[in-house]
């Protein structure tokens, strides 16, 4: 296609809206009339189900649960009176909190104010806090924000570390909605003792988000923490950055977090209209479903050209990965959809992968994401008439052309800045985007049957470990490989048990190897530490 046809097609496929001052362009995905006569039905029913999903349907039938994160920007689209009121009081709550810490109201036990805030949680706990901080705190934030968010002990000793003498004035944020979670548990104990071994007290320094009745709750109760948020069951985890999983901590930050969720509130009244080129997220979807021709056949990668933005790829992976990654559709078929998400930023990539996007194979599609706005303080020249920001959007234009020029297909989304509120709109058009291609392909966004899946396995193999020490105890010689898994019972699990007593080995927790060599699982033999 020639430029001038290009030019056209640009004109006919962009989206603007001037209140946001947002540009979509799906131009460069492949498609014609026919198969978006084609799609018609499949739209059509996709814009019911967003009616129903508002409207307080069950959208996760293994939970019997909502789905209603778009409530939480739109108090009043609430299926009760109850859940409403329940809204706008844990807002105002959130926005009193965060007062009366700035003030110093709320303080650390020996006074001051608290500096810091240390964020205990995983997935959507952690990934929406983390790319939003990356994104909009200012360089100035009355607090710091650190994240744990693995159940890895060097990760975490890096981290407090990371924190030293600023310990006795941080804020611990947990944030479990069972209080359940392993990871985010593991964190709380480790970084309890932490406290006690400080000689601090980790009660006064603590505050919860998390369900109701939960572990966590009741946890934070009995110990007199500072305060408690709630993780509602119709609030999934990759949709709660706008809840108070991502708010409390914003607001602490000093982000305003009421423009964040004004933002997300103005996209959702956009991405409702039952028209396909009136509503963003439906031509996002569309990208997508075009692209890998409806079964996923291609990986998104996300290429921000703004250093701000760099984490929105990581929170894009579990929102879109995490929904659409699905065995069966709704009919119980087996279909094995989803879309695999990647990037970093623009223009780092051209120096890693871009390369092979460009000439390798063609198993992608891209979105580069856009920022009008260089920067706040005067531009400086580089060359004459020429800025960095110059260069940056010479390089987003250079690439889209690069790729196009070979048939790869590309979405580009503009915004004018990166703020609060077109932050919170680009959270709530992806969100939209996933809920109206979920539809398309005839797949529930809103369950994870693989996620737990995953969970129950990994506690299995702690139950396996127990029962491997056990059997060490009860042994009065030395133990093969396969003398001990007969002797655990676990004999079809063998490899399993190897593993393990690598681990144990290796941190030096007792089992040593008494014969042969750990890296020969044949010629060795076990037994506990005397």
């Not at 962009?14 to 026919?34: G, K």
């Not at 699905?326 to 879309?339: H, M």
């Not at 889209?400 to 703020?419: E, F, G, H, M």
């Amino acid at each position: 296609m020639d430029k001038l046809a290009l030019w056209q097609r640009y004109q006919d496929w962009l989206y603007y809206n001037e209140d946001l001052e947002l540009y979509l362009d799906i131009s460069r995905i492949t498609f014609d009339d026919a198969l978006i006569k084609e799609l018609e039905p499949k739209f059509a029913k996709a814009f019911k189900d967003i009616e129903a999903l508002e409207g307080g349907a069950i959208a996760n039938p293994d939970e019997n649960r909502m789905v209603g994160h778009y409530w939480l920007r739109d108090p009043d689209l609430a299926p009760t009176d109850e859940l409403r009121q329940d809204i706008i009081d844990t807002n105002n709550r959130i926005l009193d909190f965060q007062k009366k810490v700035h003030s110093g109201e709320i303080h650390p036990p020996q006074g001051g104010k608290f500096t810091d805030i240390l964020s205990i949680g995983i997935g959507g706990s952690a990934l929406g806090p983390q790319f939003v901080a990356q994104a909009l705190a200012p360089a100035d934030a009355p607090l710091d924000i650190h994240f744990i968010d693995n159940t890895d002990p060097a990760g975490i000793d890096k981290v407090l570390a990371s924190i030293g003498n600023r310990l006795e004035t941080t804020l611990v944020s947990v944030i479990s909605k069972s209080g359940g979670t392993p990871e985010t548990r593991n964190g709380m104990i480790e970084v309890k003792k932490f406290y006690q071994d400080c000689n601090l007290d980790f009660a006064a320094h603590a505050f919860a988000i998390t369900g109701k009745s939960s572990k966590l709750e009741a946890i934070a109760e009995r110990e007199g923490w500072l305060a408690i948020f709630p993780m509602r069951d119709w609030v999934g985890g990759r949709t709660s950055e706008l809840s108070p999983v991502g708010l409390v901590a914003a607001a602490l930050q000093g982000i305003d977090i009421k423009a964040m969720l004004e933002g997300a509130k103005t996209m959702d009244a956009l991405t409702r209209k039952p028209n396909l080129k009136e509503n963003p997220a439906a031509l996002l979807a569309m990208g997508w479903y075009c692209a890998g021709h409806g079964r996923g056949e291609k990986d998104m990668v996300i290429l921000p050209y703004k250093d701000s933005l760099l984490l929105f790829s990581r929170y894009l992976q579990q929102l879109i990965m995490e929904s659409l990654g699905k065995e069966k559709d709704l009919d119980g078929k087996v279909v094995n959809q989803g879309i695999a998400v990647y990037g970093n930023k623009g223009s780092t990539d051209q120096h890693a992968y871009v390369q092979q996007l460009r000439e390798g194979v063609n198993n992608f599609f891209l979105t580069f994401i856009e920022v009008l706005e260089d920067r706040t303080r005067d531009f400086v020249e580089i060359e004459p008439g020429i800025t960095s920001g110059d260069y940056l959007k010479g390089f987003l234009l250079g690439t889209r052309t690069a790729l196009n020029d070979k048939q790869r297909d590309s979405i580009t989304i503009t915004i004018p800045k990166v703020n609060e509120r077109l932050v919170g709109a680009l959270i709530a058009l992806y969100e939209r985007g996933v809920s109206i291609y979920a539809s398309l392909v005839n797949i529930n966004a809103y369950h994870q049957p693989g996620v737990e899946a995953g969970k129950k396995a990994a506690a299995s193999v702690l139950d396996l470990q127990k029962k491997v020490v056990e059997a060490l105890k009860q042994s009065s010689s030395p133990l093969s490989l396969a003398e001990l898994a007969d002797q655990a019972h676990v004999s079809d699990e063998i490899e399993t048990v190897y593993q393990i007593l690598r681990h144990l080995n290796a941190n030096k927790r007792g089992v040593v190897i008494v014969e042969g060599n750990i890296g020969q699982p044949d010629t060795i033999k076990v037994a506990l530490q005397a």
